[in-house]
């Protein structure tokens, strides 16, 4: 890979973080980072497309998968290694990985219980902890954008539903129908789980890895500052408004120049409950853990 990454995981199945500090990886964390001990600039990605089986998995649709991953890296490295900042970076890749229809954010959502899509995005920059957020929108083209019209131009941190679309259109965001979301792998995902539940009865709430996917990006820039980014359709069959982490700072996604930026991918209620992102970073500052300890 072309790009500086930090990519770091817990050991929990379907829990994963995917963090980036402006310290040296083997530093213990100090309040401010010299601009001698970091990176001139790091990006991390994750694009989350469900659990794929490797006997699903053909020659072709990895290539493909690897294709659009490196496409996302390159599109935020031009942007920081020609002195764009951190949100620029994490904007335009995550805005390339809700425009594929590969990955479970914008194009490429899942589907609900009622066979819409619902999409949940957040943004947070390390150098001001200024955040924005959208949860539960249909008709916004890139989630992500909108997250970063509420950071910029809203008094707010989070807005739902048709207000948070109300809002995208005065902001003047490409909006689309509910339809351009449809893929058929999507969908027939949803087909799959709504027989499942026939069979039984009542609503099949067991996790499948096949439910989840997410993506992500965390940025340093050549300033020093962070800024990390989620974007996701949320899981497959969700129901009554049901969000996960992605739209919520703290669990779903952090920043904090003093320490990391984070986002996550998973099971979103776990993240909520241990709010797992922020936590990362507390880590780092009440601690002084490194990165890799405190994830
Ligand atoms: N965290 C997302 C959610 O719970 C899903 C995922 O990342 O897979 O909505």
């Given at each position: 890979m072309k790009n500086t990454c930090l990519l770091i995981f817990t050991g929990l199945v379907l829990l994963s973080c995917f963090a980036c500090t402006n310290?040296?990886?083997d530093k213990k964390m100090s309040k401010t980072s010299a601009p001698q001990d970091r990176p001139a600039y790091a990006l991390a990605i994750h694009g989350g497309a469900g659990t794929i089986r490797k006997s699903d998995m053909t020659p072709e649709l990895e290539a493909e998968y690897l294709k659009a991953l490196d496409e996302a890296l390159t599109i935020g490295e031009k942007i920081l290694s020609g002195g764009g900042t951190s949100l620029e970076a994490v904007e335009q890749t995550i805005v390339y990985l809700e425009d594929s229809p590969l990955f479970n954010a914008g194009k490429g959502a899942v589907f609900t219980h009622e066979g819409r899509n619902e999409l949940d995005a957040s943004v947070m920059e390390g150098s001001n902890q200024m955040a924005g957020a959208v949860g539960g929108?249909?008709?916004?083209?890139?989630p992500i954008r909108a997250a970063i019209a509420v950071m910029?131009?809203?008094?707010?941190?989070l807005l739902a539903g048709e207000g948070a679309e109300e809002f995208a259109i005065e902001q003047g965001l490409d909006t689309v129908p509910?339809?351009?979301?449809?893929?058929q792998k999507r969908y027939d995902a949803l087909q799959k789980i709504l027989e499942k539940e026939n069979r039984k009865t009542g609503m099949v709430t067991e996790p499948a890895g096949s439910k989840f996917g997410t993506v992500g990006c965390v940025a340093l820039d050549k300033n020093g500052n962070l800024a990390a980014g989620t974007s996701t359709g949320g899981t497959v069959n969700k129901r009554w408004g049901r969000m996960g982490d992605s739209p919520i700072i703290g669990a779903g996604t952090y920043a904090n120049n003093a320490t990391c930026a984070v986002s996550c991918t998973g099971h979103g209620e776990f993240f909520i409950r241990y709010a797992v992102a922020h936590d990362v970073s507390a880590r780092m500052e009440?601690?002084?853990?490194?990165l890799s300890t405190a994830a």
């Open positions: 310290q040296k990886p929108v249909t008709i916004v083209k890139n910029k131009n809203s008094p707010h941190v509910n339809s351009y979301f449809f893929t009440y601690l002084g853990e490194d």
